[in-house]
């Protein structure tokens, strides 16, 4: 594997049932029947020989209880069963929701690349305001402080490269700094596309999600990201689609339901497909 060229894992590690009138922003203008929708939630390992980028790290199991959604597999778990050593990893926070910057404690030395439009909302005035505050868990922004004190936050704006083959993209929308990646993979480019679309309905039918910090900014995404789609034959893959481990290739038995994987890194060692006896 060259090293501009990544393996990714998607991890699901939740999922719930809810209904569409309560994903897609005003669903009623769109004039069509409710009905049952299922939402998983996923971070997203990306990895070469050279290096480890872990993007986001799920909800607490705390931070679950509290909002009644419960873990598959907690993420430190899966972390650890797909060989992930957090001390060698990157974390990407693409942005600083509950459900994505859960489990920082994992990596307490680890270098944090964070959305700069992030920390400064969610470290200022607005974040406190009650239709944002009740996306993020303060103990998580509390512990991006505590880093940034400790010099491991990279503050990202606009599009940079974070290493050969991975590009981050700034788009805000669903909030202020919302990020994407691109990802060089033997399968092509792949577009994570975290919160920037939840679902592969929402892009294709062009309807946003019902937590929105800038709505045009939202439909701006949108845009964006159908361009790098088109231009790079590239493959998206939204934040909370269960239709994504149907439409990618299990990473291993034991992960079956867990895990999916882009570009497999070949061969695959050993240690990396078993679980471990205590989740067995
Ligand atoms: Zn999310």
Redesign the pocket.
């Known amino acids: 594997m060259s090293d501009d060229e990544y393996e990714i894992v998607v991890v699901r590690y939740g999922s719930r049932d809810t209904l569409r009138s309560k994903v897609f922003l005003n669903y009623e203008v769109y004039g069509e029947a409710d009905g049952p929708i299922q939402m998983d939630y996923y971070f997203w390992i990306v990895r070469n020989d050279r290096r480890t980028f872990v993007v986001d790290t799920g909800f607490s199991e705390h931070e679950g209880l509290r909002r009644g959604r419960s873990q598959l597999v907690p993420p430190g778990d899966a972390l650890a069963s797909l060989g992930v050593q957090p001390n060698a990893a990157t974390v990407v926070v693409t942005h600083a ?1 509950y ?2 910057v859960g489990n920082l404690d994992l990596f307490p030395r680890s270098p944090l690349i964070v959305p700069s439009a992030e920390y400064a909302f969610w470290t200022g005035p607005f974040g406190q305001r009650e239709q944002f505050k009740h996306a993020v868990d303060e103990n998580d922004i509390e512990h991006l402080r505590r880093a940034h004190h400790e010099n491991r936050l990279r503050l990202h704006t606009g599009s940079a490269l974070l290493a050969p083959g991975v590009r981050m993209i700034e788009l805000g929308g669903h909030s202020p700094g919302q990020c994407v990646l691109t990802v060089n993979t033997s399968e092509g480019m792949v577009l994570l596309a975290s ?1 920037a679309t939840h679902f592969y309905e929402q892009i294709e039918r062009d309807m946003p999600f019902h937590i929105v910090a800038d709505l045009q900014a939202m439909y701006a995404g949108f845009d964006q990201m159908n361009e790098l789609v088109q231009e790079n034959d590239a493959i998206l893959i939204p ?2 689609d269960p239709a994504v481990l149907e439409r990618h290739q299990p990473y291993s038995r034991e992960f079956a339901g867990l895990a999916a994987v882009i570009g497999r890194r070949q061969p695959v060692a050993r240690s990396d497909a078993a679980m471990p006896a205590s989740a067995g």
């Open positions: 929701h459900d994505h919160d934040g909370h």
